[in-house]
């Protein structure tokens, strides 16, 4: 068990983000290191354990301190024919998150290039909690995630536009391993799709944070499609301001969580020579 005298919490960046030294998270937690971890993770949104070395039944362990560990087994998007992309279960599971291949194959999941900002789950009726994140061979340069304060983006808005969006909802839709908007038709009933506050207010900070980004969020629900679409693009470009973003830049060993109900997140780049391999799981609410 971690003292928690000795444990450590510096800032990341202006906006969000915090690195906890003195954890090993190879070990369990007690209550009063927990309730350490939980309270940064509240104030930043994003949490950095470096130097960690992390099993999956580690990092399953962890997630359930938070809620219900999404443990399940998921087959890789490379494993699915295309129809079948629309009707995969995105509820569970571990997902390697690399470029590495077999026989040309992506062993796992969102292989190469840029991904636009998101928030996981934003297109299923419950959203995931947090994602956790475990860096196992990370490239040299690029491949960076992206997060942008959401609880920022809306403290940014004018008085009357948070006055004009507060009650309207948003239609979320994605399809599984898009990294791109432009990749899915999200007027395929055929896809995932979810309506959600476009302003959510946190269940445990109460804070308000604008809900909206830009690989799944389309339109508002009962307005006119051109109009709703307009004001989405706004809220997005807000939501994407470089001063409420902050870029990690990771380290092999590095260990991340990130709260979904105020944070989106992003990648960038990579060169094809570059090996990224990068374990995820999900946290749902415990019900």
């Not at 954890?23 to 009063?32: F, K, N, Q, S, T």
């Not at 942008?148 to 808005?157: E, G, K, Q, S, T």
């Not at 470009?237 to 590095?254: F, I, M, N």
């Not at 105020?262 to 990579?270: E, G, I, L, T």
Request: glycine share 6%; charged share 25%; hydrophobic share 40%.
């Amino acid at each position: 068990m971690p003292d928690v005298a000795s444990v450590t919490v510096t800032p990341l960046s202006p906006v969000l983000g915090a690195r906890m030294d003195g954890i090993d998270l190879h070990r369990p937690l007690d209550e009063a290191a927990f309730a350490v971890v939980h309270d940064a993770f509240l104030r930043h949104q994003v949490l950095c354990f470096p130097g960690q070395h992390l099993s999956a039944d580690d990092q399953i362990r962890f997630c359930g301190y938070f809620g219900r560990a999404d443990s399940d087994y998921k087959a890789p998007a490379s494993q699915l024919a295309p129809a079948d992309r629309t009707r995969a279960d995105y509820r569970k599971g571990v997902m390697l998150v690399t470029n590495v291949r077999k026989d040309g194959v992506p062993i796992g999941n969102l292989p190469d290039g840029d991904m636009q900002f998101h928030s996981d789950g934003a297109h299923r009726p419950n959203p995931y909690l947090a994602t956790t994140l475990y860096g196992i061979r990370v490239p040299r340069e690029g491949g960076d995630t992206l997060f942008a304060n959401l609880y920022a983006a809306h403290d940014a808005l004018p008085p009357s536009m948070k006055e004009r969006i507060e009650g309207l909802r948003v239609h979320n839709v994605y399809l599984l391993d898009a990294t791109d908007a432009a990749e899915f038709d999200a007027d395929d009933p055929r896809m995932r799709h979810a309506v959600h506050p476009l302003v959510r207010v946190h269940p445990e900070t109460g804070r308000r944070a604008l809900y909206v980004n830009r690989l799944m969020s389309r339109w508002i629900e009962d307005m006119d499609r051109a109009e709703g679409e307009a004001l989405v693009a706004e809220l997005v470009a807000v939501s994407e301001r470089p001063e409420l973003v902050y870029a990690h830049k990771w380290t092999q060993g590095d260990f991340l969580i990130w709260d979904n109900r105020c944070v989106n997140h992003a990648r960038s780049d990579f060169t094809p020579d570059e090996v990224r391999l990068l374990r995820r799981y999900t946290i749902s609410d415990a019900a």
